[in-house]
């Protein structure tokens, strides 16, 4: 008798690469690196998240303390594309040169991300939610200046489709308040962002950025047919990071097969999945 | 000559380069972006670019964030 191995692959329908700013990722999933208690955590988080793609911050050096341990001592810079933010940018003008700044560092570094930002320029610390006008000059001076520019945007179309003509490589539309762990708020604004961007264009990538809580708002996210998701305090303030990692990268594969099946549509009534046919009890009404 | 690193007050000698003032400080190893007068100084030029009285300089790296 002859034994013959088997190899068995799993395959995951549906899940196939997608492009972002001239880069190809397998993830759909983009994960910060803020707010964790450790960098172990942190580290251990954004592998079992699966991304390919993780955001920093930009900030002074702390000349005169101890500067204690370094995030890139902690980053794996060759695996990861490293995306750099403005957060905490209330100015086109500040915006601009974090990005510059920020570029600097990864042309230092020789990262591939080196021409990316996430652009975030704020109009109120409250809520930070974006300042429409300064976004929208921000994004074009930094495609001037030869940036990608991953836009972080409101969920309204019309703004969305604004920084989308001025050049952005992406526009990121907020399913809730930053860190609010709220998730999308209002999905119908996302679809019409999807819409009015993806018009004529259909692989122009939209991510849903910002407002995440639990894993559901990641599949809801993917759902309603984002491109990916970028959220940072779901995972760094859960009771347990690491796991909520694995969470959210299974919610977006979830999400992403679930939008590609084509869901039923919602009907008042219900239907029976069983056949009523040769059922022996009584039916009422028949 | 007086300026300001990172907001606070700093003294120099005169004919201090940018170069001079981030080994000063101990950063010449690490990865670190500096700007002069809000204006963006690559690590190419920072040897060449001397500091004048009253400058404003910012020196940043990457930390964590969403």
Redesign the interface.
Known sequence: MTTTATTTTTTEPGLSPFTIAGRTFQSRLFV?????TDFPT?QAALDASGSEVV???????R??NDRGE???DHLDTARYT?L??T?GCFSAEDAV?VA???R??L???GNAGASWVKLEVLGDKKTLLPDPVGTLEATRELVADGFQVLCYSSDDPISAARIKDAGAASVMPAGSP??SGQGVLNPNNIVLCLEALKRGDPTYPVIVDAGVGAASDVSQAMELGADGV????AIAHAREPVMMAHAMRKACEAGRQSYLSGRIEKKLYATASSPFEGAIGYIPGE | MDITVNAKPHSLSEGTTLADLIRELGLADAPCAAEVNQTLVPKRRHEQHPLSEGDVVELVTLVGGG
């Open positions: 910060g690196t803020g707010k964790y942190m955001t920093v911050a930009v900030r002074r050096e000349l005169y370094s995030l890139l490293i750099p933010n957060a040169r510059r700044l920020g600097e560092l042309d230092q570094m930053i860190g970028l959220l940072n305090t």
